[in-house]
Nanobody, 119 residues
Framework: QVQLQESGPGLVKPSQTLSLTCTVS??????????WSWIRQPPEKGLEWIGY???????SYSPSLKSRTSISRDTSKNQFTLQLSSVTPEDTAVYYC???????????WGQGTQVTVSS
């Protein structure tokens, strides 16, 4: 059973870069056919897909966030990371990492981590 755990700062100042790490256990980020995604949910809003990194290392991002987003991985640590630059209070959300065979149909999720953007 794969498990995913998000970690990172809970408070980020405006204009800074938000950095989160997802640590994977019970599975490998290089396992064939899986996509490893970041998804967020702002307060009182629905889920928003941010992007993914595939088992080959290929990345894809939401068009609305693409200019500020970078997703990478460390296969030696079985982790993948999210960096979101130039954050504003509108980036305040619960951030989730997740795994799926098809992007947008994630079957395994982390518990989520609250990130607040505030000075």
């Amino acid at each position: 059973q794969v498990q995913l755990q998000e970690s990172g700062p809970g408070l980020v100042k405006p204009s800074q870069t938000l950095s989160l790490t997802c640590t994977v256990s019970g599975g490998s980020v290089t396992t064939n056919s899986y996509y490893w995604s970041w998804i967020r949910q702002p307060p009182e809003k629905g889920l928003e897909w941010i992007g993914y990194i595939s088992y080959t290392g290929r990345t894809s991002y939401s068009p609305s966030l693409k200019s500020r987003t970078s997703i990478s991985r460390d296969t030696s640590k079985n982790q993948f990371t999210l960096q979101l630059s130039s954050v504003t209070p509108e980036d305040t959300a619960v951030y989730y990492c997740a795994r799926g065979v098809v992007p947008g149909q994630e079957g395994s999720w982390g518990q989520g981590t609250q990130v607040t953007v505030s000075s």
